[in-house]
């Protein structure tokens, strides 16, 4: 289920009371969703609670954006509601408890406090109470539905296996994405634009997962958009194509699809297979401990105990501006350089060495180093177990028959936007 109060940000939401476009209206319909109806009061507490889980500041520009988004989500929860009903499926309170105890658990607090805290922010604990049904509903229902239906065979994963073991050396994305359907010509300017803002926002600071949560329409969103590890091949070509020059901790987007447009949040990258270890690049730094050509024995022995002393203590990258205050120590960076690149002794110091670790002492015409690896790229990793890549597949059907499910609901409704 998706976890839909990933952190409060009180700040952003109380800013809200300072904006006309948060006035409270009970009397006003919102929308209409085959007779059943969504109020202004729902709908300006549901942005009440967007905005304080999702982080997102505001302005009166950008509660129009966040209404208008919202109230699309509101109707699609509606629809899946219905539809939950029509085929009975029940949600128990106490399901409804237990996601609040997991989301309070989370968040370091308790349901009460939770409750509080929305309380002192003028929104009912009942807004929050309807999100956690509506997923948990919608959930059970799309499982229910379809995972019987769901098969991947053999054939299916091993073909897979076989298109990523003929593309050892080729890139491999760890993403987390944000997901906004267009199912129609008109709705793409309004949803392009929301798509703007949201990447606007998480610029600004607020949590790629939390505005994931709130905002994105695919099934990932029950884990903060997170999609895990994707090969380039296996990525649509306008996605590979945005994604390929970001470094990791950037955004990309947003991307139009054929079916809507995409935020992409790239966490790490890596190169799958059997790539040449000697391609690994390392960041480094190090201390050395100078010496004269013609040092004495006792001043060379002297040297290198300190440097085993300094190999031994010191708490990684860091820790060499610490050793830059020793008399007799200097420090410094040496950068980003691949392990072809590094002299022999260099290189066999650090190849196995993880981020934080610092190598035993080397001797050079200078004096002793001490390098200490800040981070590791381009590492060839093992390929995808059967099991992963039948799990992966499982999940892509997965959503997209969801993701039919909804659309056809809406086509099928009686919707009254007001």
């Not at 009061?41 to 208008?68: E, F, P």
């Not at 996601?99 to 922010?121: F, K, M, P, R």
């Not at 906004?180 to 600071?205: E, F, Y």
């Amino acid at each position: 289920m998706r976890p839909p109060l990933a952190a409060f940000a009180l700040g952003a939401i109380l800013a809200l009371a300072a904006h006309p476009a948060w006035a409270q209206t009970v009397q006003r319909i919102a929308a209409i969703v085959n007779d059943e109806v969504i109020s202004g009061y729902d709908l300006d507490q549901r942005v009440g609670l967007v905005v304080a889980t999702s982080g997102v500041n505001v302005n009166d520009d950008i509660l129009k954006r966040i209404r208008d988004q919202v109230l699309r989500s509101l109707v699609d929860e509606r629809l899946q509601l219905q539809e939950a009903r029509r085929l009975n499926v029940a949600i128990e309170p106490k399901e409804i408890d237990q996601a609040l105890q997991s989301i309070a658990h989370s968040n370091n607090t308790s349901v009460e406090a939770i409750e509080g805290q929305l309380a002192n922010l003028g929104i009912s604990m009942s807004t929050l109470r309807r999100q956690i049904e509506a997923e948990i509903a919608w959930n059970t229902l799309v499982n229910e539905r379809f995972a019987p239906r769901i098969s991947v065979s053999d054939d299916e994963v091993n073909l897979v296996l076989e298109r990523v073991q003929q593309s050892t050396d080729e890139p491999q994305y760890l993403l987390a994405e944000i997901f906004l359907g267009v199912d129609s010509p008109d709705q793409d300017a309004a949803i392009h634009a929301t798509a703007d803002r949201l990447v606007q926002q998480i610029r600004q600071g607020a949590p790629f997962q939390a505005v994931a949560q709130q905002f994105s329409q695919s099934a990932s969103a029950s884990t903060g958009g997170d999609i895990g590890w994707v090969e380039d091949s296996q990525l649509d070509p306008d996605l590979a194509s945005a994604v390929r020059p970001l470094s990791p901790g950037n955004l990309a987007g947003p991307v139009r699809t054929v079916s809507g447009y995409y935020v992409l949040f790239l966490r790490d990258r890596r190169i799958v297979g059997n790539s040449d270890p000697l391609d690994v690049e390392l960041q480094l730094r190090q201390a050395v401990l100078p010496l004269l050509p013609n040092a004495p024995a006792q001043t060379v022995a002297d040297a290198e105990n300190a440097a085993r002393d300094i190999s031994a203590r010191i708490p990684g990258c860091p820790g060499i501006d610490q050793l830059a205050q020793m008399p007799q120590v200097l420090t410094g960076e040496i950068g980003t350089r691949k392990l072809r690149a590094l002299a022999p002794e260099f290189r066999e110091a650090v190849a196995s060495l993880q981020p934080g670790q610092a190598s035993a002492p080397i001797r050079s015409k200078v004096g002793f180093h001490v390098l200490v690896v800040c981070n590791r790229f381009n590492e060839s990793v093992n390929l995808p177990t059967a099991d992963e890549i039948r799990q992966r597949l499982y999940n892509q059907q997965l959503s997209m028959m969801q993701r039919r499910y909804l659309r056809d609901l809406r086509r099928d409704a009686t919707v009254e936007m007001r």
